[in-house]
Structure formats: C-alpha cells, structure tokens
C-alpha cells in the first residue's frame, strides 16, 4: 500500500519536511554523508527496527477543519487507533529495514571518498583528492561489474511521518480550500496547505546514479590533472549534490484500516479461547463485550480510515467502491454470525493493493 515517486535532487536533499507542521522524524539514515556518533550508536542498537513516534500535526486554517456530523467518527477511535500502532509501527520498521537492506556499502565508501576529495582540495591537497577520487572510482568499478544493469546504487535511507488529525468532512474542507486557491491562481497561499495535507510514512532513498557520476568523478580527476583546482571542485559539488531521490508514501490511514480488521478477524477467530480476553483488552471498550460486538467496533473503525484514505485523495478513488461494499457486507456478516473468513482476505488484499506502486 505504497506509491512511489522519483526525482533527481541538486540540493542533496536527504527527507522532506513540511513548513508549519509538526513532524515526527525518525528512521535509520545509513548515509554516505559523516552521520554523527549519537545517530551511529542509535542504528546499531537496533537494526531494521523504527521506532514511530506518534508525533501529530493540525493545519493552520482552523475553519477548514470543523467538525462535522457526517461522516461521524467512531466514538473510540482514538483509543482503537491508538491500540494498532504498533502493529502501524512494525509495518512501517518492516518497509524501511527492507530499503536499509538494499544499501550498497561500496557506494557509500564511494561517496564518502567523494567528500574526502572536497576536503583535500579546499586543503590545497592535489594529490590527496586524486587518491580519494581513484578509491571512489574503484568502488564505483566494483558496482557497476557486479550489477551492468543496475542504474540506481543506494546510499541513504531516512523516514519522515506526517499526521493531519481532522475529521473526514474536516479533510474535504481542506482540500477544498486548497483546490480553490489554486484554480484562483493563489498558488503561494495554498502551498504550506498543500505541504501538511497528509496522513502517510514517507520513506526516502538517495542513490547515485551511476548512468553519470562515475564519469563526473573522471571529469574532476582529468580537471586536476589539469591543474584546474576550482573548476575540479565546482564539478565535484555538483556530482555529490546530483542524486536520484526515491520517495515510497505509505498511507497511514490505510495501514490502520489493515491493522484493524486482521485485530477484528483474531477477535472472532479466538472468541472461543482463553486468548479472547487478552484481545478485547488491547482493542479497548468494555472487556465484556462479547467478539462479535468488539469486531464490529473494529470493523466500524477500519471504515472510517479508509474513508480518511480517500478523502486525502490516496489512490484511484473508483477502487474504494468495492471495498466500501465489502465493508458493509461484512458488517452485515458480523450482525448475523456468519463466517467472514474469506471477506477479511477480500479486504485485506484490496486495502494492500489499493495504492499505486505497491507492486514495483
């Protein structure tokens, strides 16, 4: 349930963070830029594990978020959001550990040995950043003959998670407002809307792409040779500033909406054993409510985070029709105690495969 979107950056931009928002940043940054001791040690202590702070941000136009009578939040959801994140949090430390994986060591030596050649030439140092510059290229050799058809080498992988808390209708009216402004050309004012209308984990990975920095890092050696200090060091600043950014969006609402209903579907799959008592504790409510009454709560609140999904406009809104439908059937399943086995799976699948970019 991710959608993916590239971009080259000349800034070296390494996340992205939202003007007037506040913001929840966490994740490993294994980047080949000089990271300090403190972040080192808090990445070896637990490796492909993220720790999600529930960290939440309210818009600054106030009014476009008033409450709203319909659709009408579930009276516990916040507390039964609150019961599934760490389920939310394990997904996304999964998906972020996952890309932290995929980091080639080689080019990030590559990288770091670009930077040591920046220092040597700010030092006056010739020689010092042409053997930088060779250990880099060597790297870069390596990569490319292991993997010809690689095109992307991985260097950094950081995480940022952005909250809007608002109601359904709230987040219509904002993004209402935001669509006005633009269509009355009011782009400025609409674009610290646009940069806190979200509810989602963005993971962003920087690569180098190795269709060009290879030559640019022989481009600066040929220029020292040269003797062309400064022309050196302007082409290598901007070889380590031109890298792919790869940014995964994973909609928290949906998430949620998964994690619920897998809680609702254990709720009744264990109503006959000693574990059901545990699981009407951690979905909160009266812990006598009998399962059936617990997974319509959770059903009820699975129903509205994917209305929350589709108002912040995550993914083909056509593809909500038949998961809106089985959501009511499986309302009307719960109410009669039929079997729902299969309805879970149904949306299960339809939840995950509903972002565009989940299968890449």
């Keep these: 349930m991710i959608s993916k979107r590239n971009h080259s950056s000349k800034q070296g931009l390494f996340g992205r963070v939202s003007s007037g928002a506040l913001i929840a940043m966490m994740a490993f940054s294994a980047t080949a830029c000089a990271e300090s001791e403190a972040d080192s040690a808090a990445a070896s202590d637990a490796p492909g594990k993220i720790e999600l702070a529930q960290v939440d941000q309210t818009p600054t136009d106030t009014k476009a978020v008033e409450t709203a009578k319909t659709p009408e939040a579930p009276s516990d959801q916040a507390e039964t959001t609150k019961s599934v994140e760490p389920s939310v949090a394990d997904e996304a430390s999964r998906q972020i550990a996952e890309k932290r994986a995929a980091l080639l060591k ?206 912040f406009g995550y993914g083909d809104k056509s593809l909500y029709r038949q998961l809106e439908r089985d959501l009511d059937k499986l309302k009307d399943r719960i109410a009669d105690e039929k079997d729902t086995g299969d309805l879970f799976a149904s949306l299960r699948r339809q939840i995950t495969g509903l972002m565009p970019g989940d299968d890449e």
């Excluded at 790297?139 to 992307?152: G, N, Q, T, W």
């Excluded at 709230?170 to 782009?187: A, C, H, P, T, Y």
């Design 106 to 311: 080689d080019a990030i030596t590559a990288i770091e040995e670009s930077r040591k050649a920046v220092t040597a030439l700010d030092d006056d140092d010739a020689e010092a950043a042409l053997e930088a510059l060779a250990a880099a290229t060597g790297k870069l050799d390596i990569i490319v003959a292991r993997e010809p058809e690689l095109a992307l080498a991985p260097v950094s992988v950081t995480a940022i998670r952005e909250d809007l808390i608002a109601t359904v209708d709230g987040v219509k009216r904002l993004r209402k407002n935001i669509e006005d402004l633009i269509d009355d050309g009011e782009i400025q004012k609409a674009k610290p809307l646009i940069e806190t209308f979200g509810s989602e984990i963005v993971i962003t990975e920087t690569s180098i792409p190795l269709a060009t920095y290879p030559d640019a890092i022989k481009d600066v050696a040929a220029l020292i040779d040269d003797g062309e200090i400064e022309a050196a060091k302007v082409a290598l600043d901007t070889a380590l500033s031109t890298m792919v950014i790869t940014e995964t969006v994973v909609p928290l609402p949906l998430l949620r909406a998964h994690a619920m209903l897998e809680l609702a579907e254990d709720v009744l799959d264990e109503e006959t054993t000693t574990e059901a008592e545990a699981k009407a504790e951690s979905v909160g409510g009266d812990n006598q409510e009998d399962p059936m009454t617990q997974a319509e709560r959770l059903r009820e609140n699975a129903a509205y985070q994917i209305e929350l999904a589709k108002a």
